[in-house]
């Protein structure tokens, strides 16, 4: 059946860089947009980017990791990839990467619009 994975998550210090991977299989990665959420403790899941079906022309990012963060995907690989900078304590939650529930459809950043997510990955940065 379709499935997300994530890897890549740790424990790094403020400034530090990781870089998030999240692979999918069971269906047709290039025709869905694949996104990046995250959640902290107490917190609702927060969009964090996303990247659209194809060639990943359309992407957006939240306000919060824009000039930071960098989504990109390989269709060969069934991989989209979060490379994340300069990472400060607020980026601590834990990550999830999710698959549009409509394919060839961009420019979503709602989770209502995606229907299958990965177990989730643990970011940790301390100050």
């Known amino acids: 059946q379709a499935q997300l994975v994530e890897s890549g998550g740790g424990l790094v210090q403020a400034g530090a860089s990781l870089r998030l991977s999240c692979t999918g299989s069971?269906?047709?990665?290039?025709?869905?947009?694949v996104g990046w959420f995250r959640q902290a403790p107490g917190k609702e899941r927060e969009f964090v980017a996303a990247?659209?079906?194809?060639?990943?022309?359309?992407?957006d990012y939240s306000g919060s990791v824009k000039e930071r963060f960098t989504i990109s995907r390989d269709n060969d690989k069934n991989t989209v990839d979060l490379q994340m900078n300069s990472l400060q304590p607020e980026d601590t939650a834990v990550y999830f990467c999710?698959?549009?529930?409509?394919?060839?459809?961009?420019?979503?950043?709602?989770?209502?619009?995606?229907?299958?997510w990965g177990q989730g990955t643990q970011v940790t940065v301390s100050s």
């Open positions: 999710a698959k549009a529930r409509i394919q060839f459809r961009s420019r979503i950043t709602q989770d209502r619009d995606f229907n299958l």
């Open positions: 069971g269906y047709m990665f290039s025709s869905f947009t």
């Open positions: 990247i659209s079906y194809g060639n990943g022309m359309y992407i």
